[in-house]
């Protein structure tokens, strides 16, 4: 089963930036889907990216145009770009393998917290 350990978070300023890094093991990382979630307290976890085998992106309208995903196969490890970061973006962000019928099949790691405060 896939094992998961995100990193990168921490404390900025709204406007800021910050990249995360999920290191992937467990699956064969170049042939998966794989998407970054996040969870803010009192909510629902919610997809904010993704990125298919072939590198196809797509992401939630809220982060579209500041986030971007990426991954590096010869480092089993994905990535998540965030720019104009804004308070509502605070949240424990976690990232996962997701199968063809958009399912996750990892367990969840414990995720990286983002706060955005000035």
């Known amino acids: 089963q896939a094992q998961l350990v995100e990193s990168g978070g921490g404390l900025v300023q709204p406007g800021g930036s910050l990249r995360l890094s999920c290191a992937v093991s467990?699956?064969?990382?170049?042939?998966?889907?794989m998407g970054w979630y996040r969870q803010a307290p009192g909510k629902q976890r919610e997809l904010v990216a993704r990125?298919?085998?072939?590198?196809?992106?797509n992401y939630a309208d809220s982060v579209k145009g500041r986030f971007t995903i990426s991954r590096d196969n010869a480092k089993n490890t994905v990535y998540l770009q965030m720019n104009s970061l804004k308070p509502e973006d605070t949240a424990v962000y976690y990232c996962?393998?997701?199968?063809?019928?958009?399912?996750?099949?990892?367990?969840w790691g414990q995720g990286t917290q983002v706060t955005v405060s000035s």
């Open positions: 996962n393998v997701i199968n063809n019928l958009g399912s996750v099949i990892g367990s």
């Open positions: 467990g699956v064969f990382f170049r042939t998966n889907h």
């Open positions: 990125i298919t085998s072939e590198g196809n992106t």
